[in-house]
């Protein structure tokens, strides 16, 4: 798929909490510290963060390296699994808080861990239709876990914004996407239930791989490129091992995935994941480089994109804090903080 008129990424921001929950503190309550590590660490928000100001956040960092003026912008789109409320957007607030307001479209994304991408899509089509000039496409969450369940390992807090707007004003332009879907029942949460479920085995072969494989072979087909032709690569990251095995069958290497492979260190952080890997890339991207997205939410789809970065690349990397200063900026904490911070100590 590509836009009638040519769009690219003109700003882009990242947030990560500071805050860290060790994987070895969840292995020492729930498994007396046998449990096999998938991750190092997670991010956990504080007290004073949910989706909205971490959102926020990762806006101004957009809106900083862009260069855009709020007012400008003509959409606020937020995805994330984790809303704070079930009727009112996050994107109004979001919209309020960053000064693009009242002229403006907002609204609120679903789609697991893709809604980020979801987003991202559309906001392309917006500018891409000429219906605005720039677009805002956020993927955030403060993502749940069940206490002492296997999703509580990875489960974790961060993501990222992106401006879209015409190509000769955009640090990476898109030269065109994919999206495949199908009804594939591997990770799902029901009305009044607080935590999510695993579909078991529908979560790896039919679902992640399935879905990111295909995409991104549709996508190098349409554009008659090889993995070989792209400088680097993320995928959406529940784990470590998923991403470097689904980058193996489609071809790329680990130095091309490497940058973005931040999951080690802060976690899953479900519809900011493949998001956040990409502003890693970006601040570290050269002019003439190639890099994929590929995102993954589950029910199931996942959205493919190339971009090419532009000479704007460089001047705009330092007018916004780098996303590695974000995962290096740590405080851990102990298991019982974790709890009460996500308030999942219930006190009647």
């Keep these: 798929m590509k836009p009638a008129r040519d769009v690219g990424i003109v700003g882009y921001g990242a947030y990560v909490p500071r805050y860290r929950l060790p994987a070895s503190e969840v292995s ?21 963060e949910d989706t909205v100001t971490m959102a926020i956040e990762a806006a101004r960092n957009a809106l900083a390296r862009g260069g855009v003026a709020p007012e400008a912008l003509r959409a606020v789109w937020v995805g994330s699994e984790s809303h704070p409320y079930a009727v009112k957007p996050t994107s109004t607030i979001v919209a309020e808080a960053i000064g693009a307001t009242p002229q403006v479209s907002a609204a609120d994304w679903e789609f ?5 991408t979801e987003a991202l899509q559309a906001a392309i089509a917006f500018v891409g239709s000429g219906m605005a000039d720039y677009a805002m496409a956020i993927g955030m969450d403060t993502a749940q876990a069940r206490p002492g369940d296997a999703l509580e390992y990875t489960a974790a807090a961060g993501g990222a914004a992106y401006i879209v707007g015409p190509r000769e004003e ?11 879907v199908t009804d594939t029942p591997d990770f799902f949460r029901r009305p009044y239930q607080h935590y999510p479920e695993h579909g078991g ?36 990251q529940p784990n470590i091992k998923f991403p470097q095995r689904v980058a193996q069958m489609l071809g790329f290497g680990k130095e091309q995935i490497q940058t973005g492979m931040l999951v080690p260190k802060v976690g899953n952080t479900y519809a900011g994941s493949s998001l956040l890997g990409l502003t890693a890339i970006l601040d570290e991207a050269k002019p003439g480089d190639r890099v994929l997205l590929a995102s993954f939410g589950s029910g199931a ?48």
């Excluded at 096999?36 to 991010?43: C, G, N, Q």
């Excluded at 697991?112 to 980020?116: L, R, V």
């Design 170 to 180: 955009s640090l990476a332009y898109l030269e065109g996407s994919y999206s495949s």
């Design 201 to 236: 085995r529908f979560t790896g072969r039919p679902s992640y791989f399935k879905h990111t494989t295909s995409a991104v072979r549709a996508l190098l087909d349409e554009l008659g490129y090889t993995p070989g032709d792209f400088a680097a690569a993320v995928f959406h």
């Design 301 to 348: 789809g996942s959205d493919a994109f190339s971009f090419v970065v532009t000479d704007l690349i460089k001047e705009r990397q330092a007018l916004a804090p780098r996303t590695q200063a974000y995962v290096a900026r740590r405080k851990p904490i102990d298991y019982a903080s974790y709890i009460r911070y996500r308030k999942k100590l219930q006190i009647h």
């Design 28 to 48: 020492r309550v729930w498994m007396e510290g046998r449990a096999a590590l998938p991750v190092e660490e997670k991010s956990v928000p504080g007290l004073d």
């Design 112 to 116: 697991a861990c893709k809604a980020g």
